[in-house]
Nanobody
Framework: QVQLVESGGGLVQAGGSLRLSCAASGRILGSFEMAWFRRTPGKEREFVAAIHWSGGSTTYADSVKDRFTISRDMAKNTGYLQMNSLKPEDTAVYLC???????????WGQGTQVTVSS
């Protein structure tokens, strides 16, 4: 059974930084991609960034490009989202997601709250 557990959220002032972690327990079989999404009340869930776990290629939403960096530590089975130059509009629950390239088996974490004050 694969579980994703996020950590690292909190309250930060605008312009500050946070690093989110997503620890995966259990083994995801096959090639997969890890991604971060965010959710705010009244809005649809929004894609933030993704990384191909073995190849390392990355994708970002335009709204976070040049401010956020997604990475992973394969030895620790943990993904990260470094968030710099945070803005109040980045306030959201950030969710970690993993999906296998073949078959599309999907896993979600519970989320971690990020609040950016102006």
């Amino acid at each position: 059974q694969v579980q994703l557990v996020e950590s690292g959220g909190g309250l930060v002032q605008a312009g500050g930084s946070l690093r989110l972690s997503c620890a995966a327990s259990g083994r995801i079989l096959g090639s997969f991609e890890m991604a971060w999404f965010r959710r705010t009340p009244g809005k649809e869930r929004e894609f933030v960034a993704a990384i191909h776990w073995s190849g390392g290629s990355t994708t970002y939403a335009d709204s976070v490009k040049d401010r956020f960096t997604i990475s992973r530590d394969m030895a620790k089975n943990t993904g990260y989202l470094q968030m710099n130059s945070l803005k109040p509009e980045d306030t959201a629950v950030y969710l970690c997601h993993a999906e296998t390239v073949v078959g599309g088996t999907s896993y979600w974490g519970q989320g971690t709250q990020v609040t950016v004050s102006s």
